[in-house]
């Protein structure tokens, strides 16, 4: 079997690559990153402990806003 090289520049590339449904395009991440499974899994696990954590706290992570959800970060990493 012979072998074609096409030169395609980066930006139609790029361009394709964003007209990909995004069930594609996670297959395409999992592809050129190792370890996104283990990265996807250490996000989930952070999401579920901060929501956790604002539970016990008498809070809904989902209904803070950016500011609530940073000062209950940092009394977390503050305290002793």
Known sequence: METVTLEI???QLVEWVQRLSPSVKQSLLRALI???DALEQLLQYGNERIRDVAAR???DWDSLN???REKL???IL???
């Open 9 to 11: 520049p980066e930006s």
């Open 78 to 80: 503050h305290e002793a």
């Open 73 to 75: 970060i940092d009394e």
């Open 34 to 36: 190792p370890g996104m």
């Open 57 to 59: 706290r008498g809070m």
């Open 66 to 68: 950016e500011q609530q």
